[in-house]
């Protein structure tokens, strides 16, 4: 991971610069990813491997094969989901419950 706090990523033939401290989250369409970000959504050839191995691990986490999303945006968790900010919510995929389960209780006190 770069220090950087953007990078750009490849949009309609144009090279869009992205903040990394605004991604609320990153969705998986098929071939594309979407990038949602407090100001714009920008849709990417770039790969979700490639967004995510380019993210700070202690600010983003994959949730699901379809989902990266800012840990600092994450209100609560449970029932299998994430819930964000302004009422969105994501599935927490099987492959990807070890991981935010361990999230879950390094942040946690008491029980």
């Known amino acids: 991971m770069a220090s950087n706090d953007f990078f ?4 309609g033939g144009t090279a869009q610069k992205i903040m990394v401290d605004s991604i609320v989250y990153i969705e998986s369409l098929r071939n594309y990813s979407k990038i949602y970000s407090s100001n714009a959504e920008v849709m990417t050839l770039t790969s979700m491997r490639d967004l995510e191995g380019f993210l700070p691990k202690d600010k983003f986490m994959r949730i699901h094969k379809s989902y990266i999303v ?19 919510f994501f599935p927490i995929g099987e492959t990807f419950r070890k991981d935010v389960n361990s999230f879950i209780s390094k942040y946690s006190i008491g029980n």
């Open 70 to 88: 800012s840990l600092d945006r994450i209100q609560k968790m449970g029932g299998h989901m994430v819930y964000l900010d302004k009422d969105l």
């Open 8 to 11: 750009f990523v490849r949009s």
